[in-house]
């Protein structure tokens, strides 16, 4: 991965989590700069390096105030942005990241068993919200 698809990766993930461009845009710029000052590396771009700064940026996110997200969006980003930041935060890792629940999610004090049951609920509000709004659509 070149380093121009990784920030545009991490930016996109960030703006899947708040819905608001300006705040994205910080989140993934900390996530970014921590990530890379931590690992003291040569900037190399892995999957690995995505990883932990993705479990950065959901660090960041989990505690940014709830009034500093965008609800004036529609469709799948007004859904997300509709469940409880832990919800969304555990389905965008698994469900648009595609990594496993195993895979050192950055939510504390969660036991494997509470992220599953975060996920199912995440996904069955997330599904509700969707045929309601489909349902209303014109």
Known sequence: MDMDLFFK???TVAFRLTGEEE???EMAAHAIMHTVNELDEDYKVT?????LTIIELIKIFLNVPK????????GI???????????RAVLIWRDVL???IYDNIPVPDCTYEELLEELVRG???LKEYISRYRNYKI
Do not use: D, M, T, W
Not at 47 to 51: A, C, I, P, S, V
Not at 77 to 87: G, V
């Open 47 to 51: 999957e690995n390096l995505f990883q």
């Open 23 to 25: 705040l994205a845009a």
């Open 77 to 87: 980003q007004r859904a997300l942005l509709e469940i409880k930041p832990i919800n």
């Open 9 to 11: 990766r991490v930016y």
């Open 123 to 125: 996904r069955k509000v």
């Open 67 to 74: 009034s500093h997200c965008n609800y004036n969006l529609k």
């Open 98 to 100: 595609g990594y496993s």
